[in-house]
């Protein structure tokens, strides 16, 4: 069962973010010919706060 993680920093539109959870689920079963319904995506949003460049954080823009 492939599992992919994808992190964000919080801000875009849920159905951006749901788009581009199908589209990963997809990719990923096809490059690897597995069921669809054997692929899991997870989406993990953070504050800007709390991600940075280097010592930029996102909120610092």
Avoid: H, W, Y
Avoid at 2 to 27: F, M, W
Avoid at 29 to 42: S, Y
């Amino acid at each position: 069962m492939p599992i992919v993680q994808i992190t964000l920093v919080k801000g875009r539109p849920s159905d951006t973010v749901e788009n581009c959870i199908r589209q990963v689920a997809r990719t990923v079963a096809d490059a690897l010919e597995a069921p669809l319904e054997t692929v899991r995506v997870v989406v993990n949003e953070v504050e800007p706060s709390r991600f940075a460049v280097g010592d930029t954080l996102k909120s610092d823009r």
